[in-house]
């Protein structure tokens, strides 16, 4: 059984970080004013921080099981994260869709991006999964979990040294291993290039936990990653699961209208 298999029955289960010497007599060179440092400003020195914490996350490959509490509607969601060693990645979030009642996965492949329904004890279905972007895409809004964006998503832009982004090195989230960075959008007029919030992140670039506008994730356990990920079913025509509820059933048309 693949890695990614056996997290997922787990997500199921469970419900579910040139100075050299040189010839000659040396010369004497003017002396310069000192010029500003890293040290000398923390924004910076907390900026080019996370970006190198970006860019392990970006060769890391993992699996991973955490908490996310859910602020909208108060729930505790599992979610399993599978980043694997070639780039693809899955992200499992247990009673996500359909009004808090149906476990999602998220799948990103060559191909695109997928969302997979994902089998369970209480739901025993054939998992099927639908293209909802393109590769390196965001899902959109109403198909989507949100967590999984944190995982792979945002890595390009915290690397992006031009994004326009505050960061600041802050106190750990309770619980939380590893550096804490509150992300701040900069540019006020226009849509946050990012979840604003506070992320942490291990040395070796697993993010281990946030706090973001939709709860909080914690990593509570990891693995290592597999060599790839692969849909957990064969692609569908659809339609796309939602976040609410499952539309009301439509009864037989009515008759006519009676004659004014």
């Known amino acids: ?54 860019a392990a996350a970006q060769d890391k490959a993992y699996a991973a099981l955490y908490s996310l509490d859910d602020d909208s509607g108060g729930r505790q969601h599992n979610v399993v994260a599978t980043i694997a060693a070639d780039g693809t990645w899955r992200v ?58 944190l995982f792979r998503q ?25 550096t804490c960075y509150s992300v701040d959008s900069i540019a006020a007029s226009i849509q946050a290039p990012v979840d604003i919030g506070i992320y942490c992140y291990a040395t070796d670039g697993v993010l281990t936990a946030a706090r973001v506008g939709f709860g909080v994730l914690k990593l509570v356990s990891q693995v290592v990653g597999p060599a790839t990920v692969q849909l957990p079913g064969p692609e569908t025509t659809g339609p796309a699961m939602g976040l609410d509820n499952l539309p009301p059933t439509v009864g037989p048309p009515a008759g006519p209208l009676p004659s004014a």
Request: hydrophobic share 40%; proline share 9%; aromatic share 2%.
């Open 1 to 54: 059984m693949r890695p990614c298999s056996r997290l997922l029955s787990a997500l199921a289960l469970i419900m579910l970080g040139c100075v050299a010497a040189c010839g000659g007599t040396p010369k004497a060179t003017p002396t310069q004013s000192a010029s500003p440092t890293l040290a000398d400003d923390p924004a910076l020195d907390a900026r080019v921080d996370l970006a190198g914490k970006a």
């Open 92 to 149: 499992d979030v247990s009673k996500a869709m359909l009004g808090g009642t149906t476990d999602v996965s998220i799948v990103s492949t060559a191909a695109g991006v997928y969302q997979c329904t994902v089998s369970s004890p209480s739901n025993p279905i054939t998992p099927g999964c639908v293209k909802v972007a393109a590769a390196g895409k965001r899902v959109p809004k109403d198909n989507s979990p949100q967590v999984e964006r």
């Open 154 to 178: 945002w890595l390009p832009v915290f690397r992006d040294r031009q994004s326009p982004l505050s960061v600041t090195e802050v106190k750990p989230l309770a619980g939380a291993q590893g």
